[in-house]
């Protein structure tokens, strides 16, 4: 199931390289130095209290949120800033929303465009980010939408669509951006319990395609049977990572053995 | 499992419809007889007082002059709302941009017309022609600064008479339009402030940059807030076109008829045309408002193109 960490190449440049992240809000520090590495293609499964900081790691990803200290890097360039010598220069406005094109995220809560129908929400950022013509970017949306299973929703807006099909409407907007990396933030915590398989099998159907994944989730299954990578956060630092099924076999940190013994 | 199965629908009954005693409402009794009697007094002065003069009225108010004026209230109203909206969405960006000296500057600028009543502001406009006869374009103190060298230095780009810009119209005009801007900022800003910040966080996930964010996916949704105040505004802008009368622009609905009044020294009648046609006016606007309101609450209730735009969402579960 999971891929074979050893069929990678040493060579292999990290999606995602974190080195001591930092960030505070206010006076509240909510990852006290998070050190992570993806690898292409890999799906990494964040697990881990509430308030651990999976999601604003998530978010700094993207640049959402600013780091405070530390490095973050997405496919070998820095997030937000650029190096010159030893001196960091802010992105700009333009270059950070460049950067953020090729990363695809899905929120908890959805968050479509209310005032567009599933299409339009589709076809929208490819259209004005990339300027795609508007012809090529409708197919390529119905072929996403049929992808996550909603061919007919096309000319539905999202008020008219539960909220597993809101929600795979979500995972088609991202990737019709072609994404190197797509981001996760607990998409199915939302959902009544019957819709979440739904959007657990779209996730699962790009995964098998070969897609980078960072996936925050409360879905245990989806992390053994899904995840390569399993990372466990609490109290803003990773505690324990590896391949899923050993760390569920055996936590070797006696938090995660807490934490997974309460959810299982 | 196979009991309920096995029980057949038709051995129950149909449920028998409820038959009871409605409640009695004696209040809504009480209040149309109030009401109507109230109806039938109006009516009754309506009809008998001879100042009221009908004919003379109906003879009056549709002549040539007072049908300009009309045209030039809805004019001076779509004009200045044009300009004030467009002016007030830009106000209020700039009062949401993280730039302090533009959110300064627009604070600046909605503090001031707020501050001054439209009367005031519009004799004041009416008046401009006192400061300068002429109005140039230039660099600021450039004689001062030629002075200073002791050469003689002019840097103006343009310039134009004041009586030919500042018409009286055009002054009126000006005045009500920055005046609504201040009002029309506001309520932008509400308008903007209402749409759920995970609308901004995902089209910026998406690659989009402020501005393409601002003009696709926040004010649209901000324009379901902004739309029922702005009918109201349009609806107070075109009776505050009377203010032109004023300034003054002599073509205008109100300076006709009260014109017309104090000519045949018969006020009252000209007063009670004067409302009728705002009355007829304003209603037109109101139908206006309606199916731009439905327009714009797309998208939003299960029903997606109901007419339920006050109607919070939310609320809104299940439709139909």
């Known amino acids: 199931m999971g891929t074979d960490p050893s069929g990678f190449a040493a060579t292999d440049q990290p999606m995602v390289k974190a080195e001591n992240v930092h960030k505070r809000f206010g006076r509240l520090e909510v990852l006290k130095g998070v050190d992570l590495e993806v690898k292409p293609r890999e799906v990494t499964v964040m697990l881990g209290p509430s308030g651990s900081g999976k999601s604003t790691f998530l978010r700094c990803i993207n640049h959402l949120e600013k780091i405070n200290g530390g490095r973050l890097w997405v496919d070998g360039e820095l997030v937000g800033y650029r190096q010159q010598g030893d001196k960091l220069h802010e992105l700009k406005e333009n270059e950070v929303a460049r950067k953020r094109a090729e990363i695809g995220m899905v929120f908890q809560r959805f968050n479509l465009f209310p005032h567009m129908t599933a299409l339009g929400n589709v076809i929208e950022a490819p259209m004005r980010v990339k300027g795609t013509r508007k012809a090529d970017a409708i197919e390529r949306a119905r072929e996403l939408l049929g992808q996550v299973g909603l061919a007919d929703k096309a000319d539905v807006y999202p008020a008219q669509l539960s909220g597993g099909q809101q929600q795979r409407v979500a995972i088609a907007r991202a990737l019709a951006m072609d994404p190197k990396l797509m981001l996760f933030d607990e998409p199915t915590s939302a959902l009544d319990p019957e819709l979440v398989g739904d959007v657990l099998d779209a996730m699962r159907k790009l995964a098998e395609n070969g897609m980078t994944m960072i996936v925050v989730t409360h879905e245990m299954g989806f992390a053994r049977e899904v995840g390569s990578h399993l990372v466990f956060m609490d109290q803003g630092t990773v505690v324990e990572e590896g391949r899923p099924s050993e760390v569920f076999a055996n936590p070797r940190h006696e938090r995660t053995r807490a934490f997974l013994s309460r959810i299982l | ?320």
Request: charged share 15%.
């Open chain 2, 1 to 320: 499992m196979t009991e309920t199965a096995t029980r057949p629908a038709e051995r129950v009954p149909p449920p028998e419809t409820v038959k009871a005693v409605p409640v009695r409402h004696p209040g809504r009794w009480v209040a149309a007889a109030v009401i109507a009697l109230l109806v039938a007094m109006f009516v009754h002065m309506l009809v008998t007082n001879k100042a009221f003069q009908w004919r003379f009225m109906f003879d009056n108010m549709f002549r040539p002059p007072v049908i300009e004026g009309v045209r030039t209230a809805l004019l001076v109203t779509i004009l200045a709302m044009i300009i004030g909206v467009t002016l007030g969405i830009v106000i209020a960006v700039m009062r949401l941009s993280p730039n302090p000296i533009l959110s300064g500057a627009a604070w600046v600028y909605t503090w001031f017309f707020r501050a001054v009543p439209r009367i005031v502001l519009l004799v004041l406009f009416g008046n401009l022609g006192i400061l300068y006869a002429r109005y140039e374009v230039g660099l600021p103190f450039d004689h001062q600064i030629g002075n200073l060298f002791g050469i003689d230095f002019s840097a103006r780009i343009f310039g134009l008479d004041a009586r030919t810009v500042v018409t009286g119209f055009v002054a009126g005009l000006l005045g009500l339009a920055l005046s609504e801007a201040a009002y029309m900022a506001e309520i932008v800003r509400a308008g903007i402030q209402s749409v759920d910040p995970g609308q901004q966080e995902a089209a910026q996930a998406c690659g989009m940059g402020r501005g393409v964010t601002l003009r696709r996916i926040v004010l649209p949704q901000a324009m379901r807030v902004i739309i029922p105040p702005t009918g109201n505004e349009t609806i107070a802008m075109l009776k505050d076109s009377a203010l032109l009368a004023f300034v003054p622009v002599t073509n205008e609905l109100f300076f006709q008829l009260q014109a017309i009044g104090a000519r045949t020294f018969r006020v009252f009648p000209m007063l009670v045309a004067a409302c009728l046609w705002y009355l007829a006016m304003t209603s037109v606007l109101m139908i206006g408002q309606y199916f731009l309101e439905r327009y714009f609450s797309r998208g939003f209730g299960t029903g997606g193109r109901q007419a339920g735009a006050r109607m919070r969402v939310g609320s809104v579960g299940h439709g139909h």
